[in-house]
């Protein structure tokens, strides 16, 4: 047979491996695995007080694969943590988490809103903040007044004026997420409430890679319903349940 011929049988054998290589490497990578989240599109995440809940829930999304940059006043104080999270963990000052990030996560207390909206005015514009914030008069001042009387999510989205604002991991403390999380025999309820329906369903895939089930409670609006001294806040339980005690609050 001429070499010539046999080279095109080659090359077309080759092109055709390629072509069957192509949708089995999405298959193979489409397996549950640990490097399943790493193989998918991954969010980067500003992390926005990096304290008990902040460190918390950042390292399950650092462990799931997403890059998180924790941040604080004092990112040098961050050190341990992110050296104890590995390389898809950083620390860096609020505004760099901001520029860093397609998601930020808001764990700090409530009274650093209005700090947080002077100081970074027009950069909350697009971003979808999953705000895990909670309100506490003794703690706050006044503003814990504003988000009793106006609601705590519109609160919220009225100091990060042009954030896609989408209540999250605020029902239940650090403890709780840091052992409930993948917990075997039902997966525990995330309930979260906002008005944009892709940050909306941002938001409820990142409960999913923490290791929750998310339950879209309704609009910002209602997220009083799973603040402090709202019918749902600590209802812990799976979504079915989570479900059953929101038809009955």
């Known amino acids: 047979m001429p070499a010539n011929v046999n ?12 072509l069957l290589a192509a949708p089995l490497a999405r298959a193979v990578r489409a397996q549950p695995g640990p490097a399943s989240a790493r193989e998918a599109a991954a969010q980067r995440i500003g992390v926005i007080g990096s304290g008990r809940i902040g460190g918390t829930v950042g390292g399950l999304w650092v462990k799931a694969g997403h890059p998180v940059l924790f941040s604080s006043r004092h990112p040098e104080a961050l050190k341990p943590l992110v050296e104890e999270l590995g390389t898809l963990a950083r ?6 988490a901001i520029a860093f990030s397609d998601v930020l996560f808001l764990a700090t207390p409530y009274g650093a809103l209005p700090q947080l909206s002077r100081d970074h ?6 971003k979808i903040v999953l705000d895990a914030t909670n309100a506490y008069a003794h703690r706050d001042g006044p503003i814990a007044d504003e988000a009793r009387r106006d609601g705590i999510g519109l609160t919220t989205a009225r100091y990060l004026r042009g954030a896609r604002v989408v209540r999250a991991f605020n029902f239940m403390g650090a403890a709780q997420f840091a052992s409930e999380h993948h917990r075997p025999g039902g997966l525990v309820a995330v309930p979260i409430a906002g008005d944009d329906p892709a940050a909306l369903q941002v938001a409820a895939q990142l409960v ?26 600590r209802q812990v339980g799976t979504a079915e349940e989570f479900r059953r005690k929101m038809g009955e609050r």
């Not at 080279?7 to 390629?18: E, F, H, Q, V, Y």
């Open 208 to 233: 999913r890679d923490a290791g929750f089930e998310p339950v879209v409670v309704g609009p910002l609006a209602s997220a009083d319903r799973f603040a402090p001294g709202g019918p749902l806040f």
């Open 121 to 126: 005015a027009g950069a909350w514009q697009g």
């Open 7 to 18: 080279r095109r049988r080659w090359l077309r054998a080759g092109a055709a491996a390629l």
């Open 91 to 96: 620390a860096g000052t609020v505004a760099e």
